[in-house]
């Protein structure tokens, strides 16, 4: 079965003989105009200037100019040849017997009952198999010579231009400058003292421990980190440089001294870090007592301290070293 576009003419025939070739409808072209090929067949729809008489069917042209009407599908005289009272309009289309599978083969260039699993044949029609792609995820690409199965990439990669096929791979910096949106740290390098790169922030607490090398500060979690660390009243009350600069109760308050208390020597000294220690009494006066490694300055008002339940107390610090010096001892009304 052949095709042609934009044929449309009125037939040099009427009654039950075959289409000959007439005049090309305004916009279109007649039989002999379209180069229509020797004994290839052709769908067809005629009908006369009021429609009462049509005709759909398969034509077999000859190339004296005449589409012979070979195989009526269906018409106004049920299944037979129309008998046209005048030249009816004939127009080569494409009708629904067309799309029946033993044509969609012929199409397709593929032999009526052929074996559609065969890669030959499916070749031939210009298709690929679909057992070509095995896996989930796995996209149809075309090498030097034939459709290839490219097997999905990792996580995050992507889709890049080869040197001759596309091939999955990560993003480096320039190419992820020109990519809006956010990338996986993994598929760009970090940053140094010496490169840009990605770098995570830190939060509050990796920033009071002072051991972290890769992380950098955001101005919210540098303020964070100042907040007062939270103490735990007791007889000999602990205190830990890595868990912040500045200490008291719960919720920014001093600490209130339930009884008289030491205040121990302080684990993971960092040279720089300073700070102030809060206090207050609970219920009655208290007295507060430093460790001795906690070395007053010239000047300092020494220990024990006395606190009234109307007063708060604070123990200003700096660490030089493996030292921690108190720089001041700041009193003032509750």
């Known amino acids: 079965m052949a095709f042609a576009n934009t044929v449309f003419f009125t037939a ?25 090929t020797d004994e290839a067949t052709y769908s067809y729809r005629a009908e006369s200037a009021d429609k009462t008489q049509w ?6 042209f000859d190339d004296g100019g005449v589409l012979e009407r070979t195989t009526v599908h269906e018409s106004s005289a049920g299944t037979s040849k129309v008998d046209f009272t005048s030249a009816p309009r004939v127009m080569l289309t494409l009708l ?22 065969d890669a030959t044949n499916v070749a031939a029609a210009g298709a690929v198999m679909s057992s070509l792609l095995t896996t989930r995820g796995d ?22 231009a080869g040197a001759n096929d596309p091939e999955w791979g990560a993003l480096n910096l320039a190419q992820a400058a020109a990519v809006t949106g956010v990338l996986p740290a993994g598929n760009l390098p970090d940053a140094s003292t010496s ?7 830190a939060v509050a607490s990796e920033y009071r421990a002072g051991t972290d090398t890769t992380r950098a500060l ?44 030491n205040l121990s ?24 007592t430093l ?27 700096v660490v030089r070293a493996s030292t921690v010096y108190v720089t001041a001892i700041l009193r003032r009304a509750a």
């Open 12 to 36: 040099g025939s009427s009654g039950t003989a075959d289409f000959a070739d007439g005049v090309a409808v305004a916009g279109y072209r007649n039989l002999t105009g379209a180069g229509l």
């Open 55 to 60: 005709e759909n069917g398969l034509g077999t």
């Open 96 to 117: 629904a017997e067309d799309l029946t599978g033993a044509n969609l083969r012929a199409i397709a260039n593929v032999e009526d009952g052929a074996d559609v699993t």
């Open 139 to 160: 996209i149809l690409v075309r090498n030097a010579t034939v459709p290839a199965r490219l097997a999905l990439g990792t996580q995050h990669q992507a889709l890049l």
């Open 195 to 201: 490169a840009e790169g990605v770098v995570e922030l």
């Open 218 to 261: 955001s101005v919210a979690e540098v303020w964070g980190a100042a907040a007062l660390a939270v103490l735990t009243d007791g007889s000999d009350i602990a205190v830990d440089f890595a868990a912040g600069f500045n200490f008291g109760g719960g919720s920014n308050a001093v600490l209130a001294l339930g009884g008289n208390r």
């Open 265 to 288: 020597a302080p684990s993971n000294l960092k040279t720089g870090q300073s700070g102030v220690l809060w206090f207050g009494a609970a219920t009655s006066t208290r007295t507060l």
């Open 291 to 317: 460790n001795g490694a906690w070395l007053l300055m010239d000047g300092v008002e020494a220990g024990p301290y006395s606190i009234t339940t109307s007063q708060i107390l604070g123990v200003a610090y």
